[in-house]
């Protein structure tokens, strides 16, 4: 009897309603629409990877030479933003992403001495390529220009290995060129020289003592004298009256330089002095002990200059980093 109520019940509730309840909706679809087709899975949140949409736009190319100079041209301009571009056609291809506000640059190479055409292509994030925005250009040589960089100034002392006629009394002589004026070294009456291995351009030479009139223990030289040599195998130990030795500064009391009371002495030449050797002859120092052996008390030499041998010209390759043209 309980079976016939159930199944009666069962049938009463078919013949009111006249269908079955509808089922639930899948998740993910507030709107309370059913998917266009079903089976089909939902869009995808990301617009920008749903599959159905176009290819992105080809780039848009700043203007480039027909005929180029030079082994890579710098191939600007605008995307979709954030978006890989690369190239094609030249001697490899290269990649890059635009910016956030769709600019970018690639240094596409190019084959020597031939004609290509360089196709630039957009990737979106689903891996869609666009269309190509290619160019025709012709790689030649002759068309490069090349000049030489400029020559930097630098301290031409520094970390070099010097020479002497004498043994340091203390400390070694490589305090003397270590851009550390902390350390020093003492020297009694001695010749200590410096080879570039090339011609210079000398504009400057520094000497610098560890004291002063007012302070230390008067080691500073009083008297001293600074050489050089455009010799490439000058006379050795230097002297000034060598003929292959220059005497540039002569440094005694009242020789009229601003030296020679310990401290820095500096010596600026108003035409830079081409030579491969300076050597300095340390000769006295600021005590009154005549008869006693010198002490001369040395922190640094600096000789700042350039090479006077200029730099192999190099190609003006425009490039991404440095913003030329091409």
């Known amino acids: 009897m309980r079976s016939l109520v159930t199944a009666c019940a069962v049938l009463l509730s078919a013949s009111a309603c006249g269908e079955l309840p509808d089922p639930p909706l899948p998740d993910g679809n507030p709107g309370g629409q059913p998917a266009a087709n079903p089976g089909d899975p939902p869009p995808p949140e990301d617009p920008a990877l749903d599959p159905n949409a176009p290819p992105p736009a080809s780039p848009a190319l700043a203007a480039l030479p027909s005929r180029y100079g030079y082994d890579t041209i710098p191939v600007r301009g605008t995307a979709a933003p954030n978006e890989t571009v690369f190239a094609e056609g030249g001697s490899a291809p290269v990649a890059t992403d635009a910016d956030a506000g769709g600019r970018f640059c690639l240094d596409v190479p190019l084959a020597a001495k031939a004609t290509q055409t360089v196709e630039v292509f957009v990737q979106d994030q689903r891996g869609v390529t666009s269309s190509p925005a290619a160019v025709v250009i012709v790689q030649d040589p002759t ?18 290995p010097l020479s002497a006629d004498e043994t340091p009394k203390a400390g070694v002589f490589a305090n003397l060129t270590d851009e550390d004026t902390t350390s020093s070294v003492t020297v009694p009456r001695a010749i200590v020289w410096l080879d570039f291995s090339e011609l210079a351009d000398i504009e400057s030479v520094e000497v610098v003592f560890s004291d002063t009139l007012t302070t230390g223990d008067n080691t500073f030289a009083t008297e001293y004298q600074v050489l050089v040599s ?29 030296a020679g009371d310990g401290g820095s002495d500096l010596f600026g030449l108003e035409t830079p002095w081409t030579a491969r050797y300076v050597a300095f002859s340390f000769i006295e120092n600021n005590k009154t002990d005549w008869l006693s052996s010198e002490e001369i008390k040395v922190a640094e030499l600096r000789v700042q200059g350039r090479s006077a041998v200029p730099p192999p010209p190099q190609p003006q390759t425009p490039t991404c980093a440095n913003g030329k043209q091409p």
């Not at 068309?143 to 070099?160: G, K």
């Not at 000034?240 to 601003?258: A, E, K, N, R």
């Open 230 to 258: 455009d010799v490439a195998s000058p006379s050795m130990p230097p002297a000034w009256d060598s003929p292959d030795w220059t005497l540039l500064y002569d440094v005694y009391p009242g020789c009229g330089l601003p």
């Open 143 to 160: 068309l490069a220009v090349s000049e030489s960089p400029p020559r930097p100034q630098v301290n031409l002392a520094a970390r070099l």
